[in-house]
């Protein structure tokens, strides 16, 4: 019996380093930062503020990359917040940024996003189907 203790030990130390950097991982990673949502969807500007009768392909992928980083709902909070901020001194419209998933045939929800939005309660998601 003195050889099992230890070798129970050793298993467990084994089994320690084998799943704690996986979940040292999982509790640092940050919602995605308002330079890495802002590269990605840049390119839709000319379509939020009717310069363009359409999403570019260019925009749609970005669209595609920020529904991809909305993973939790900081992470929502944080996209939402970001284009908030980012889109307070432009003239846009709000309709056509919740339009943009649809237009580019990405699977999320998105709400219209203005100046009076309230990120907290803002929910991304996938559209329901009926």
């Not at 970005?62 to 980083?69: P, Q, R, Y």
């Not at 939790?72 to 909070?77: N, R, S, Y």
């Not at 908030?84 to 709000?94: G, R, V």
């Not at 580019?104 to 009926?130: A, E, H, R």
Request: charged share 15%.
């Amino acid at each position: 019996m003195a050889k099992t203790f230890p070798e129970f030990l050793s298993y467990l130390a084994i089994l320690s380093m084998l799943f704690a950097p996986s979940l040292c991982d999982q509790a640092t990673e940050t919602a995605p930062s308002c330079s890495t949502v802002i590269s990605n969807v840049a390119a839709c500007l000319p379509f939020i503020s009717h310069t363009s009768p359409s999403p570019s392909g260019i925009c749609c992928g970005g669209v595609k990359n920020v529904a991809g980083l909305a993973k939790t709902h900081d992470d929502k909070m944080a996209i939402c917040n970001c284009l908030k901020t980012e889109l307070a001194n432009i003239k846009y419209d709000p309709a056509l940024v919740a339009a943009l998933p649809k237009q580019c045939s990405v699977n999320i929800n998105l709400p219209p996003i203005s100046k009076n939005t309230d990120c907290s309660k803002v929910v991304f998601g996938n559209p329901m189907k009926y």
